[in-house]
């Protein structure tokens, strides 16, 4: 069913289809349409699960644990200063080894406070353990949200899965979406089984202790299953294009790339503004493509080394930063082609700071800039003149 | 034996954990006025204190006991002391 949408609302009704048993969240701009939609969902009868209110972020994840140990599918959605309260509970989750579906929804990170949009929220958890998928729009918030679980619950990967979605500019905005057949969603997500499942008949330590002797053992084991789902993320995007017919991209997407001399990399809703560019371009006969990070983590290498091999130029543009330091998402792509011969150059740009638009023109500018050999880390758009008043204090 | 997914123990499991083995002081259980008040067996966090309340004697396993003190704060008559590991 097709329906105009805003893209809280089909996050919930996406997550609704799911049939989850368990949600528990705390509300925070501008993540709190997603959970009013799911307790409203709860409260009219429209979706049997226990809707669990707490007082943090901190223990909607730490409920959204434990219900998972006790064998229940559970979600939870959050943004920028709750994602990082839940940060210590995002790694036991991890460790743990359950399949929890969470939407970080990506604003920026206080001080200053800033309620807008941009990654470094989820990006400053991409060590924690969880695969971090970045949707594009609506219609691929939702289907990541169906995709997640399946990936999760798979038994040969058994992680956490984080959607990232972008705050406001696809939280608030209505697009039409497809709305999944129920019928559809219960074929291709079967119900959760539990490897493990704490009972009271069954007691069970989950990530118990583990000394010196032991403890890379099993964070090598996360690591290998990190490992593991990247077969498995291609592998959920293919079977889901199979029974809904739409295929968004397994880890990678690739946009004109195949002949393209410069490639602009990034990841999130911006990329819908980089491929308009790409347009643009090759309408005016140079050779240019977009390359879309879906899957943060597992971070794609191979998949990136194919797709850059006759590339000459590389722009990886990323809302996020760190603090000096090359950004993150430009390090990684960058490691991915070390030693390779005649790699492309990487130059990197961070963008979109806290809700900065990025303009089709700045775009622009980052593809002139890259074939005029920029190679240094460039702030996109950073008005100089603000930044005069700290200089001359 | 194996590791576990998501390091998941079954009860008893972790029995072999020799959490005594960092412990810079011990519990010396005097014997000399012990009232068999069982509060050293009930405070200690790790559980590794036993003995015989009728026979006002108890003394603890070194292989888990961590030397928190717990014993000595709580003892009414002083019959517990800490002395230091002389390994």
Request: with cysteine; proline share 5%; aromatic share 6%.
């Amino acid at each position: 069913m097709r329906k105009v949408l805003e893209g809280s609302i089909a996050v919930a009704e996406a997550v609704k289809a799911c049939r989850p048993h368990l949600i528990s969240a705390y509300p925070i701009t501008p993540q709190t349409h997603i959970v009013e939609g799911l307790a409203k969902m709860v409260a009219d009868g429209e979706l049997n699960a226990e809707f669990v209110n707490v007082e943090s972020e901190f223990a909607a994840a730490s409920v959204v644990l434990g219900g998972s140990a006790a064998g229940a599918r559970v979600y939870s959605a959050t943004t920028s200063q709750g994602l990082l309260l839940m940060n210590e509970v995002l790694y036991n989750i991890a460790g743990m080894r359950l399949p929890v579906v969470i939407c970080a929804v990506n604003r920026a990170i206080s001080a200053p406070l800033n309620i807008w949009n941009d990654q470094q929220d989820s990006i400053s958890v991409r060590d924690s353990g969880w695969i971090q998928l970045y949707a594009e729009n609506n219609q691929d918030v939702m289907d990541l949200h169906i995709q997640a679980y399946r990936i999760a619950e798979d038994h040969r990967v058994l992680l956490p899965v984080m959607v990232c979605m972008d705050g406001f500019v696809l939280t608030h905005t209505f697009e039409p979406v497809e709305i999944p057949d129920q019928e559809q969603v219960d074929k291709f997500l079967p119900p959760y089984n539990p490897l493990y499942k704490l009972t009271p008949k069954e007691p069970l330590t989950l990530g118990m202790y583990a000394g010196p002797d032991c403890y890379m053992e099993f964070r090598y084991m996360i690591h290998d299953a990190m490992e593991r789902a990247k077969g498995v993320i291609e592998e959920v995007a293919e079977e889901f294009a199979r029974v809904f017919g739409r295929y968004s991209g397994g880890l990678i997407e690739q946009y004109q790339t195949e002949d393209a001399e410069t490639v602009i990399i990034s990841l999130g809703s911006v990329v819908e503004t980089v491929k308009e560019v790409v347009d643009k371009q090759r309408a005016a006969g140079k050779k240019v493509g977009c390359l879309k990070i879906r899957a943060y983590r597992p971070f794609p290498a191979e998949q990136i080394r194919q797709a850059l091999r006759n590339a000459k130029r590389v722009a990886v543009m990323e809302k996020c930063v760190s603090m000096g330091a090359l950004p993150p998402v430009a390090t990684d792509v960058r490691a991915a082609l070390q030693g390779i011969p005649d790699a492309p150059e990487v130059s990197s740009f961070v963008a979109g700071l806290g809700g900065r638009d990025i303009p089709t023109e700045s775009i622009e500018a980052i593809v002139q800039q890259v074939e005029a050999g920029q190679k240094d880390l460039t702030w996109v758009d950073l008005q100089r003149d603000l930044l005069e008043e700290e200089a001359t204090a | 034996m194996k590791l576990t997914v998501g390091a998941v123990g079954r009860p008893g499991t972790t029995a072999p954990n020799r959490t005594g083995d960092w412990r810079v002081l011990h519990p010396e259980f005097l014997h000399e006025k012990c009232a068999g008040c069982r509060l050293c067996e009930l405070a200690c966090p790790e559980g590794c204190i036993t003995g015989d309340a009728k026979a006002k004697r108890f003394d603890y396993d070194a292989y888990y006991c961590k030397g928190c003190g717990m014993c000595v704060a709580v003892c009414p008559v002083g019959d517990i002391r800490m002395t230091a590991e002389t390994h």
